[in-house]
């Protein structure tokens, strides 16, 4: 079983290159972000709860991603392994992932990060949101916040997966199919 981690600050393509991912390689796709608006959408008291603190620009806690990661885990049937999309954020959510995976004697097969600079964050949040209607984009208080997290709390996932040699870097700027095909490069050889 193939386990990709699928990294990168907001708006970088993550979404957009997902879905081919999934599709060559026969993964199924864990997007936080996507499990998370399921519930919130569905109500549930989890919902409620990632709602406020999403609307705030902060994570979710650790335990309640990680648990609905682990449940995905063991439910999936069918595919060549994973891609987690949002998922590990810090340092911590890393070390319970190499946790979660060693108990099945499995590990975290590469994490691809796709790099894009923050100008550009800015810019592709905003057209997502009038795209997507996604009101939690929409503030750019709630955008600065998050590419402040982002850079102060998930970043230093950065130096974790280079150092167990795991680490792989793409050019997020270009067009759609330029940033795939460096994406599938990279994931070609491992």
Known sequence: ???FVLF???GAGKGTQAGAMVERYNLCHLSTGELLRAEIAA???LGLQAKSLIEAGN???DSVVEGMIEAKFRDTKGVDGFLLDGFPRTIAQAQALDSMLSKSSESV???VSIMIPDSLIQERIAHRANIEGRADDARPEV?????RTY???TEPL?????KADKYYEIDGTGTIEEVRKRIFTAMDKL
């Open 43 to 45: 109500g549930t008291p």
């Open 109 to 111: 097969t590469g994490c």
């Open 151 to 153: 850079h102060a709390k």
């Open 59 to 61: 994570l979710v806690p």
């Open 143 to 147: 955008v600065e916040n998050r590419i």
């Open 8 to 10: 990168g600050p907001p």
């Open 158 to 162: 950065i130096d974790f997966y280079r």
């Open 1 to 3: 079983m193939k386990y």
